[in-house]
């Protein structure tokens, strides 16, 4: 559960801390900023709502999902609108630039915690899990994929590509896939582990 929690909360924290950095957003922010910017609501709040819209998709997939699930649908949402409340715009170009990668690691570390955890993905995360076990294809592949179509949709709606944009696209899969095994919760009681999945 800290590990969940924790997650969570970073993974909110590196959200608007893309978005502040005015470089690029995460694939899914370009998306979120984008829907945002046609709706009566918040950035988190939309984030929230895509969170539910994407879990519809888990249903051919056959994915079942867990607490986590549930907690990653609601708690990265209204982290990201607290820190976006707190965190101005840096106006020097260096802090930027530190807030833009600092994102992308925070973000990579945050996901490793919370999948790692094993009470059950998030919405975006397991639409991934369960399309590489449905494909056969790698984890990096898939993510890739799923974030290029947002990216897209999110860009023609208004949301921000940047440098941070493309930058998160090439590298979390990789960074996640590396910090992974670090942060897995081994399951001693049903003998089933992350990596046996």
């Known amino acids: 559960m800290v590990r969940l929690f924790a997650g969570l909360v970073l993974y909110g924290a590196s959200m608007a801390m893309m978005i502040r950095s005015h470089l ?3 694939p899914w922010d370009v998306l979120h900023v984008g829907l945002a910017r046609h709706l009566p609501l918040s950035i988190g709040e939309t984030i929230i ?6 879990l519809l998709l888990w249903l051919p997939l056959r994915q079942a999902p867990g607490f986590g699930t549930v907690a990653n649908a609601v708690v990265i949402g209204l982290v990201t609108d607290l820190v976006l409340h707190v965190l101005a715009v840096p106006d020097p170009l260096v802090l930027r630039i530190v807030l833009m990668l600092g994102g992308v690691l925070l973000n990579a570390v945050a996901t490793a915690l919370y999948i790692g ?6 919405p975006r995360d397991g639409l991934m899990t369960g399309l590489h076990r449905r494909t056969g294809l790698s984890l990096r592949v898939v993510r ?3 974030e290029v179509a947002v990216v897209i949709v999110g860009w023609l709606l208004g949301g921000l590509v940047g440098v941070g944009t493309v930058l998160y696209a090439i590298a979390i899969g990789p960074l996640t896939q590396a910090l992974l095994p670090h942060f897995i919760v081994e399951l ?6 992350a990596s046996s999945r």
């Open 24 to 26: 690029g957003q995460l």
């Open 49 to 54: 709502a895509v969170s539910f819209v994407v």
């Open 117 to 122: 955890s094993q009470l059950g993905p998030g």
């Open 144 to 146: 890739t994929s799923i």
């Open 188 to 193: 001693q009681s049903t003998g089933v582990s």
